[in-house]
DNA sequence: CGGCCTGAGTTGAAGAAATAAACTCACCAA
DNA sequence: TTGGTGAGTTTATTTCTTCAACTCAGGCCG
């Protein structure tokens, strides 16, 4: 029986990951939502080889997550900082999730290094609460387990046979 | 001046994708995800080299992600399938952030190719709306931008110094 | 029984990517 | 002039991917 399925190298996840699945991204962009900039505060805090960390740095830049910046502290010379684009820092999320799942299946006995807050970068309401990533559809039914979902083929669906 | 910050090697988003991050490895688990249970399935769908596949899947079941599970069709001998455990399972909320952020910033020109939706495994319900990802604090926030939220030590914690 | 087919892998050789360590380059400071 | 620093490059070694060919167990056909 022949039938066919969502192709699925013509798909989004794919395609992301074509972007950020290469070793080092996704900690190369986590480092940059904690506040690093510059390469040698990359490299120290991964650990990753220089060339490596050039090389995706580069590559960041060109994929548009990452935007390098010209700076110049006082008497020094012009050096080249590297933030996060608005495309970049919408990987929040992806993130989270990652972490997330990490602390509940990967723990560290002592509980995770890492919490997630409510807490803007104008700090004035600062509410501080432990952040989650949860799924949620259109009609507002929130909290949905994964076996909640599933995929269906969008707008721009490609099909392939399959046996 | 010497700062104190949360080693980043420990941290559940490093051994997440210790576990996840190498290639092949979310998109064998997107697969699954959609119900791809046997070897054969997995190799012509992603059009991954047999070997990778094997050494992928044995990484992956090591690691708790998916369970090797023995069948046999009348007439055939047993065979062995892949299903995702609970473990597994829980990437969805990951897979689908990755897949949002695609579609946003690596769009085909058509559109999405694919559409998560909210339709349980038990169709009884069938609300059928797109799902989405968003970011929920534990007081009942929702969908917090990517800015709204930063990362603080959790009980875990270790710390290096640096510069 | 013997040859052929299929699904599920293994093995091996060749190419690509990661790592570690040494090297460059521009500038500043003593 | 010598030394130091941040930001990279180069180079050699190891590891990973890929591709193609091979194995292995059983079923099917004549």
Not at 62 to 81: I, K, L, N, S
Request: overall charge neutral; aromatic content about 6%; hydrophobic content about 40%.
């Amino acid at each position: 029986m022949e039938t066919r399925r969502i192709d699925p190298v013509n798909c989004s996840v794919a395609r992301a990951l074509s972007v950020v699945g290469e070793r080092w991204s996704l900690l190369i962009v986590r480092e940059a939502l904690d506040g690093a900039r510059r390469f040698g505060e990359f490299h120290s805090r991964l650990g990753i080889a220089r060339n490596l960390l050039a090389t995706r740095l580069e590559t960041l830049v060109t994929a548009g997550v990452m935007r390098r910046v010209p700076y110049q502290e006082p008497g020094d010379r012009q050096r080249f900082a590297y933030e996060l684009t608005e495309q970049g820092r919408a990987l929040r999320p992806t993130l989270v999730a990652l972490l997330e799942w990490g602390d509940t299946y990967l723990a560290d006995p002592q509980g995770p290094s890492v919490i997630v807050r409510h807490r803007p970068v104008d700090d004035a309401s600062s509410c501080d609460e432990p952040v989650k990533v949860v799924l949620e559809c259109a009609a507002g039914h929130s909290h949905l387990a994964p076996d909640d979902v599933c995929r269906t083929p969008g707008p721009g669906a490609r099909f392939v046979e399959s046996s």
